[in-house]
């Protein structure tokens, strides 16, 4: 119910924006589930970035690496290549993704079972 509530009112913030930015959004939705696993623990398409670090383990979901993605082209100007609207509505509808279709969402740091 909280995701459905929340999916309706960002789709109605961005479309308050530009209906380019929440056409872009889908676009970048699409991605994440297509390259993303079925569910929490299950493999994708494109593979999991994790980083060992001793006893424990640093898990960057897509929707972290889209919100440093965003970070990082708004600091270096990029959307002065590609319109803003298209630039942070593909990579907010990838992050989005992580968010809504995975409850393991928050959890990235693990430990690491080869190190205990």
């Known amino acids: 119910m909280k995701k459905g509530v929340i ?9 308050a924006f530009s209906y ?14 297509y390259g993303g ?3 929490e623990g299950i493999e994708g398409r494109i593979r999991s970035i994790i980083i060992p ?5 640093l898990h960057l979901h897509h929707w972290l690496i889209g919100t440093i993605m965003m ?8 959307s002065v290549y590609i319109p803003p609207e ?9 992050a989005w993704q992580g968010v809504y279709c995975y409850a393991d969402w ?6 690491n079972p080869h190190r205990e």
């Open 20 to 33: 380019v930015l929440v056409a872009f959004g889908i676009v970048g939705f699409l991605i994440g589930k």
């Open 53 to 57: 670090m001793g006893k424990l383990r």
């Open 71 to 78: 970070l990082v082209c708004w600091v270096q100007g990029l």
């Open 86 to 94: 298209i630039l942070y509505g593909v990579i907010g509808g990838f």
């Open 7 to 15: 999916s309706i009112a960002l789709f109605i913030t961005g479309l």
């Open 106 to 111: 928050h959890r990235v740091v693990y430990r």
């Open 37 to 39: 696993g079925k569910r």
